[in-house]
């Protein structure tokens, strides 16, 4: 098992988008009341004061969209000047991000994960759930500002759904060739929206490769990210092509993270909520930060035994029905 250091920070549980895969049509939510949300103050204060002395060095701000969090900007800014803080980072959609692209970056923000799942405006207005004008050249303008300022890497994230975006696979690899930018195909799992999981189930990672395999060719890379992705590369590419196969190859004993909740719950699995911790309150009832480290030490030492296919909280027949928002991204 790997040492646990990395925490994804989860800032807010609204986004911009109603993704297919995340949020099904139709479905209401009901989304955290802001003086329920952890404060700024508040993530700072866990971070450094608990997290940190745990031996976490690595944090990603996710969401919902962690870009419609107000101060988003200035969290970025006093993460970033803790010298423990090794890495930081953020997964957002971008579609906000072409003016913030710069002041997070000078904010000291790492690097930045997009959620791209298509390049087809169509089909990727399909996908986010979107029916008035088209938000995908706004999104592509958040992706060329994140490059431009120079985030590196820039990472692609592509939810590869059967039916929907699997045809533009090979399209979408082929950003890596002249950018350095790193494309992320992600097997569609069973959250958020169980009956479109349960029509179109998932592709393969190894099927994808395949396909890329003919066309290019495609050799095993040496550059290494924080996550669960084995990386590719095709010859001569400037970039890299991650797979994250949770379906078909589990890599729970791989996993080298933990989930902080937007409402402050600690969660040792992204689909797996056994051993939670409830750090908001505890921080609100002023419990000593020692008496908090030892809480997360013990789910630390029983994350090893905790698989997401093995949940036994949320579900129905192997499905998950809370969004991806809801949980943390």
């Known amino acids: 098992m790997p040492k646990i250091d990395y925490l994804r920070i989860s800032l807010i549980d609204k986004c911009n988008f109603r993704c297919q895969y995340c949020m099904p049509e139709g479905s209401e939510l009901n989304y955290v009341l802001n003086q329920e949300l952890l404060t700024n103050a508040e993530i700072l204060s866990l ?20 870009l419609l969090r107000p101060g ?17 980072a953020m997964t957002t959609n971008a579609f906000l991000l072409a003016k913030m692209a710069q002041p997070l970056y000078d904010a000291g923000l790492k690097r930045i994960n997009i959620s791209l799942d298509s390049l087809n405006p169509l089909t990727f207005d399909q996908i986010i759930g979107n029916r008035g004008k088209s938000r995908w050249q706004q999104t592509w303008s958040g992706i060329l500002a994140a490059h431009r300022v120079g985030f590196d890497p820039l990472k ?64 095993e890379s040496g550059v290494r990210g924080n996550g669960p992705a ?71 030492l029983l994350k090893p035994e905790i698989n997401f296919k093995e949940r036994d909280s949320g579900t129905e027949k192997g499905i998950y029905t809370r969004t991806m928002s809801q949980i943390g991204g």
């Open 72 to 88: 988003v900007v200035e969290l970025v800014r006093d993460l970033a000047q803790l010298p423990q803080t090794e890495d930081l």
């Open 230 to 300: 084995d990386v590719f590369q095709i010859p001569h590419a400037k970039g890299t092509l991650g797979f994250i196969s949770q379906m078909s190859e589990c890599f729970c004993d791989r996993c080298n993270r933990v989930r902080l909740s937007a409402d402050g719950w600690l969660r040792p699995c992204l689909l797996n909520e056994t051993g939670q911790i409830d750090l908001k309150t505890a921080l609100r009832n002023g419990v000593d930060p020692i008496d908090l480290q030892a809480q997360i030490n013990q789910l630390l």
């Open 47 to 66: 971070v450094q004061d608990v997290f940190i002395p745990l031996g976490f060095t690595k944090f990603r701000l996710t969401g919902g969209e962690p």
């Open 156 to 219: 692609l994230n592509v939810v590869v759904i059967p039916g929907i975006n699997d045809t533009e696979v090979l399209d979408l690899a082929a950003l890596s060739i002249e950018r350095s930018w790193h494309i992320r195909f992600i097997e569609f799992m069973p959250i958020g929206n169980p009956d479109l999981f349960g029509k179109k189930a998932w592709i393969d990672s190894e099927e994808l490769r395949h396909s890329i395999r003919q066309k290019w060719g495609l050799m």
